[in-house]
């Protein structure tokens, strides 16, 4: 299962609740019929009735939710969906989630780092990679840059330009 999103409280007397999205595809809420909590290690099915996104934000209105109590209930819950549910990608671009962990080298196999967040931005995505020794590097996420990035053996290859790790 995989996160999309985090109900952050109640809208509304009639059990709508306001989520922030965390997925790379907010509109893909609008087409889903089915997200799931995860209630003492059980996957809990949410039926939705109605999803609208406005801005960094979606209002949902669940089938099991039909009050303000029930929908506080849901607050600070966060929503998955099944790995079969997920948006397709185009080649060369990654889930997040596929990127946190992997072993980071330069393009002669030397040991730089793991990879351990991806912030994002609006001209190119930028990797926070750990050293063994504490140190953080920030790589941006550009051709230039990564050259290979191995999803089933969670090894990214990249160029090391001059002053980019030092």
Request: aromatic share 10%.
């Amino acid at each position: 299962m995989y996160i999309i999103g985090k109900v952050l409280k109640p809208k509304g007397l009639k059990g709508e609740v306001k989520v922030e999205i965390i997925t790379s595809f907010p509109d893909h809420f609008e087409t889903l019929h089915t997200v799931y909590r995860n209630e003492n290690d059980q996957w809990i099915p949410l039926g939705i009735r109605e999803a609208r996104r406005e801005g960094a934000f979606v209002f949902i209105r669940f089938d099991q939710v039909e009050s303000i109590e029930q929908a506080e209930e849901l607050r600070n819950e966060y929503l998955y969906i099944p790995e079969d549910e997920l948006t397709p990608l185009a080649e060369d671009e990654y889930y997040i989630h596929d990127l946190i962990g992997m072993l980071v080298v330069d393009e002669q196999r030397n040991r730089i780092g793991e990879l351990v967040q991806v912030d994002t931005y609006a001209g190119n995505d930028v990797y926070v990679i750990k050293a063994p020794d504490g140190k953080e590097f920030l790589i941006p996420a550009i051709k230039d840059v990564v050259k290979k990035v191995d999803v089933p053996n969670k090894t990214m290859i990249i160029h090391r330009m001059e002053g980019l790790i030092d």
